[in-house]
């Protein structure tokens, strides 16, 4: 039964085979989808990256709106001011302008430095996390270009797939036709057409 059924309907090969496709495409698909949604993910992150770049003043002037002394240059600060208090003594100079510019002199060369290394640690924390998205980017856009080329090469084997379908049914009707027609068509040798041999008499009566 099911080889006549087979026979009788081929175009059911074909629908096991789109299926089977399909379930391969998916699982394809799927496997790379999450790739290719993490670099999107990233598209947006590294067009912000590249304006704040492209406006460094608007960037420093953002960043520094968080600087906050840090505690080495706290320490710094307070060694400053106990060394200048001392040298001031010292020379009999405590409270007098001259210690005390000293003293502010120190501080502002230790707040300036400790913001340029604030500075200098967020622009290499930012530069480091805009090359960690260039990579999940890159191979997000890989798996999309993948993912691509999959799907028009799914597309071609499905059209393949769904023309045979369509075309089975009338190649079995052919194929039938054509090989009724040899069989009788006039001259073939076939068991309607071809004639009984007449039987040899070997009979001599002398």
Do not use: C
Not at 164 to 179: I, N, R, S, Y
Request: aromatic share 10%; no cysteine; hydrophobic share 35%.
């Amino acid at each position: 039964m099911n080889m006549l059924w087979s026979f009788l309907h081929p175009e059911d090969a074909y629908d096991k085979a789109e299926e089977a496709a399909n379930k391969g495409y998916n699982e394809a698909q799927g496997y790379q989808r999450p790739f290719w949604q993490q670099g999107q993910d990233q598209y947006g992150r590294l067009n912000q990256a590249e304006n704040d770049l492209l406006d460094p003043a608007a960037l420093q002037d953002k960043w520094s709106k968080g600087y906050d002394t840090s505690d080495f240059a706290r320490r710094l600060l307070a060694q400053n001011q106990t060394q200048g208090l001392g040298a001031a003594s010292s020379m009999g100079l405590m409270g007098s302008s001259a210690a005390i510019g000293d003293i502010q002199q120190g501080a502002g060369n230790i707040v300036s430095k400790d913001r340029e290394q604030y500075m200098k640690d967020l622009m290499e924390k930012y530069l480091h996390g805009i090359g960690i998205g260039q990579n999940i980017y890159g191979i997000g856009a890989n798996a999309g270009a993948d993912m691509g080329g999959r799907a028009m090469e799914h597309g071609r084997d499905t059209a393949g797939l769904e023309y045979g379908k369509q075309a089975a049914p009338g190649e079995l009707f052919g194929k039938v036709a054509g090989t009724a027609l040899n069989y009788f068509a006039p001259g073939t040798g076939n068991a309607f057409t071809k004639q009984p041999q007449q039987q040899q008499n070997n009979y001599n009566p002398y």
